[in-house]
């Protein structure tokens, strides 16, 4: 068993800072764990703000933050602009807003509008994904590095795939529908790397809109991604690659046609769970096989209809926490996915699980984020609302979290002073 390689550990152990930012949209690693211990545990729409302020339209992206910056993808126009907001972490201020024209008609869902896709930052450089609009990459101050049209993405239901930082590469889901593609582009300038082709078909019943992680398995490191398989009524797969050429290394079938969800992986990257949309399936495989492992490595898959799961899940001391659509939060074995505890919360929970001390956050539709204590007994710290729809996840840093709504963003003020 290896310790997991963090993707950005060269860029990202020279700043003091590390453990404050939060990169990505799940985290530095892609797992949804935090380092941070102070965190807040009670707020409502005023008290312990420590700021908020108004957003132009409905987006379902999920801030990051760097030091003193919070960077936030934007949909404008009803999609014909895609804005890349940098936001002073003190103030909320806006100190510079960037924009792309959209001139394709993507068709979508009213749950999901344009930018569903968070950025990404390495510290130097910011790179937001704009499915129809391409992907673009700007520095701190503002100023456009490359821009790169990769064509539309017309599903139904729009995209939602954030981009993925390795090394020199920047690692893109352009889906789902027709076509789809996994592609890693030179983060210097844009261009093409390797490409992967997916199976795309434009159907409501069928797509990914997962985000690919990287982890470290068997002294390699190996970029994961659920795709939905090879026909609408077949069987999805999780796709394990070389992240540096393209390679596939191997692939695990069991998972459904819809995908919602990032890959779910622990602190030693051993094994990864995957949940399915639609009262899919779940299942979980034990990383670092060659090639159809779905026999030999597979652990375990349930085989009865689950229900609806769009938000991503956690794993934290060997178990698993997962959010049901239905406002059911589930506790599982993450080895045998024998189910420890299961408890109302409520509402429609869509948001996905943060981990930060021995703490689980978690959002609902209707504006309510719920604190959970981690173990195998349920307890029900507290219900925290603002009475404002939101689909993004609870993003930490420095003792703060950072709660994106359809209406504003919140700086929400936690133990920690002095910033």
């Known amino acids: 068993m290896f310790q997991r390689k963090l993707v950005w550990l060269v860029l990202l152990l020279s700043t003091p800072l590390y453990a404050d930012n939060w990169p990505a949209w799940r985290g530095a690693d892609g797992t949804g764990v935090s380092t941070e211990s102070e965190l807040p545990v009670r707020w409502n729409a005023t008290d312990n703000i420590r700021w908020k302020v108004s957003l132009a339209e409905p987006c379902n992206s999920t801030p990051i933050i760097w030091d003193e910056h919070v960077f936030l993808t934007q949909g404008l126009d009803g999609g014909k602009r895609r804005a890349l907001l940098a936001l002073d972490r003190k103030s909320g201020e806006t100190l510079w807003q960037r ?3 959209c001139n394709v008609e993507e068709t979508s869902h009213p749950q999901n509008p344009p930018c569903s896709g968070s950025p990404v930052t390495d510290g130097a450089v910011i790179y937001a994904q704009f499915g129809s609009a391409g992907v673009v990459a700007y520095d701190f101050a503002g100023k456009q590095l490359w821009h790169r049209d990769l064509g539309p993405v017309l599903h139904r239901w729009g995209n939602g ?3 993925v930082i390795y090394k020199d590469l920047l690692i893109v889901f352009h889906g789902p529908g027709e076509p789809s593609q996994l592609l890693a582009l030179n983060r210097s300038n844009g261009k093409t790397v390797w490409k992967s082709e997916e199976v795309g078909i434009n159907s409501n019943i069928f797509g990914s809109w997962s985000t690919p992680v990287v982890i470290q ?10 795709l939905p398989g090879a026909k609408i009524g ?7 690659y070389d992240p540096t050429t393209g390679d596939v290394l191997w692939q695990c079938d069991g998972l459904g046609n819809e995908v919602y969800a990032m890959p779910i992986v622990g602190s030693d990257g051993d094994v990864v769970v995957g949940i399915s949309g639609h009262n899919g399936p779940t299942m979980a495989v034990r990383t670092g096989g060659e090639g159809n492992v779905t026999a030999s490595r597979r652990l375990w898959r349930t ?12 794993i934290h001391d060997g178990l698993l926490y997962l959010a049901d659509a239905t406002g059911i939060m589930q506790c599982l074995e993450s080895e045998t996915g024998q189910v420890v505890w299961k408890e109302r919360l409520g509402g429609n929970l869509w948001g996905s699980i943060l981990v930060a ?9 209707e504006g309510d984020t719920y604190v959970v204590r981690t173990g195998r007994e349920f307890e029900l710290i507290m219900k925290n609302s603002v009475g404002e729809p939101t689909y993004s996840a609870p993003a930490p840093s420095g003792g703060e979290l950072f709660l994106r709504t359809h209406k504003h963003l919140y700086c929400i ?4 002073r002095g910033r």
């Open 234 to 240: 077949g069987t999805g797969w999780f796709k394990s």
């Open 413 to 416: 003020e936690g133990n920690r």
């Open 99 to 101: 924009e792309l024209a």
């Open 357 to 365: 001390g021995n703490k689980l956050y978690v959002s609902n539709l």
């Open 217 to 226: 398995a068997s002294g390699r490191d190996e970029l994961i991604m659920p």
């Open 161 to 163: 795939s954030s981009p």
């Open 303 to 314: 085989e009865v209809k689950n229900p609806q799961r769009v938000g991503s899940g956690v």
